[in-house]
């Protein structure tokens, strides 16, 4: 089978799936996926449960790509490992080089529980969780947001955004055009059970096409009406 690929993010991981071969021929698919979620993710978590075979070329882009994050202070975390990559890392040792977990929450966690300084913006009133499948949508967020004194964290799924309330307190929660499957107002109900005490923002479709700065300006209102 060709191989399919699907990413997302989860706080500062990104999480790509693989379905299929991991080979010589399928790799400028899956270079270009990588090459584009380092620009600004230093974790990532590979998910190859459905990957049916990995042959040496392909082996040889996970450890140089591993090699280049750890560089960085980041890495990649191996999910849902089959029996057949399992065996390949333990012939040839590379088991001692990739971290592998059984499932695709445990790795990820395995990021995200790692100590790391406190963010000097990270306090009540200014940390916001929002949920969004667009990278770009959440990148112009947390952009803005930033800037402003805000401590933002992201997800592109609902599953993901547990995943965080889980592990971080909130003040408010906003939820984007582009989440997958549910309606926006039921994807809030559904994270305030998590987080009861964090202020609930949608942002509509049109948000998507407002010129930056009318988008800007739109999304800080949002908050300074919040907080009044």
């Known amino acids: 089978m060709p191989l399919q690929i699907e990413s997302r993010f989860c706080g500062h991981v990104a999480i790509i799936e693989c379905r299929g071969r991991i080979v010589a021929d399928e790799l400028p698919a899956l270079e270009s996926v990588l090459q584009n979620e380092i620009r600004e993710f230093h974790n990532i978590v590979l ?3 459905e990957v049916t075979r990995l042959d040496s070329m392909g ?4 450890v140089r790509y591993s090699s280049n994050l750890r560089k960085r202070s980041g890495d990649i975390r191996l999910a849902a490992t089959p029996p057949l990559i399992a065996e390949v890392l333990d012939i040839t040792l590379l088991s ?6 059984p ?3 445990e790795a990820v966690l395995s990021f995200l529980r790692q100590p790391s300084t406190p ?6 009133g200014h940390r916001v969780l929002v949920v969004d499948r667009s990278p770009d949508l959440g990148a112009f967020v947390r952009a803005v ?3 402003h004194g ?3 964290r992201s997800a592109s799924l609902v599953s993901d955004a547990r995943v965080l309330l889980q592990l971080h307190d909130v003040d408010y929660i906003l939820v984007g055009p582009g989440t997958p499957q549910l309606p926006s107002e039921t994807v809030l109900a559904a994270l305030k059970n998590l987080a009861p005490q964090a202020s609930a923002l949608l942002l509509t479709p049109e948000f998507r096409t407002l010129d930056a700065h009318q988008a800007a300006e739109l999304l800080l209102e949002m908050f300074q009406e919040s907080a009044t």
């Open 96 to 101: 001692n080089v990739f971290q592998s977990y």
């Open 47 to 49: 998910n190859v449960g």
């Open 119 to 124: 963010a000097p913006h990270d306090r009540p």
């Open 59 to 62: 082996m040889g882009l996970l």
């Open 150 to 152: 805000f401590e933002v």
């Open 103 to 105: 499932t695709e929450q």
């Open 145 to 147: 947001l930033t800037h």
